[in-house]
């Protein structure tokens, strides 16, 4: 199945999103937290005794999964992860542009049509729920009825 360069990049930026959000999600490392637990829990009864190491390596893990959560419930400041969030996507653009199979100038093009695009799309979307809204009857108020 050949898809062209536009698609690919789509799929990619899918993908990157799809990944982002099943990393954010705190009930998957709550989920993980509780079952690292549990596992070393159970190896640690068997060999507590003689492998003294596992209940160090099994403590630090469950401090970092805690350090995460809280992070993820935002117990923790957000400015450090955000940054580095958008440093990495920094990158990860510059890298893409220094390495694209295409002039700099197409790029831009590419660049430009799609952000026209999605300003289109938007600006359709909005005047179809206008539309919608005075086709109700409803008056632009914004005390949604009170």
């Given at each position: 199945m050949a898809f062209?360069?536009?698609?690919?990049?789509k799929q990619w930026a899918r993908f990157a999103m799809?990944?982002?959000?099943?990393?954010?999600?705190?009930?998957?490392?709550?989920?993980?937290?509780?079952?690292?637990k549990d596992r070393a829990d159970g190896m640690s009864d068997v060999i507590k005794d003689k492998y003294g190491v596992?209940?160090?390596?099994?403590?630090d893990a469950t401090d970092r999964f805690s350090d995460a959560t809280s992070a993820l419930r935002g117990d923790s400041?957000?400015?450090?992860?955000?940054?580095?969030?958008?440093?990495?996507i920094a990158v990860g653009v510059g890298l893409g542009i220094l390495f694209a199979p295409?002039?700099?100038e197409e790029v831009?093009?590419?660049?430009r049509d799609k952000a026209s695009d999605v300003a289109n799309d938007v600006k359709d979307k909005v005047s179809k729920m206008t539309n919608?809204?005075?086709?109700?009857?409803?008056a632009f108020t914004g005390t949604d009825g009170d």
């Open positions: 062209g360069k536009r698609n690919t990049a799809k990944f982002g959000l099943v990393l954010s999600d705190p009930k998957l490392w709550s989920t993980l937290s509780d079952q690292l596992v209940r160090d390596r099994y403590q400041q957000w400015l450090a992860p955000t940054l580095s969030f958008v440093g990495g295409v002039s700099g831009r093009s590419a660049i919608r809204h005075r086709a109700s009857g409803a």
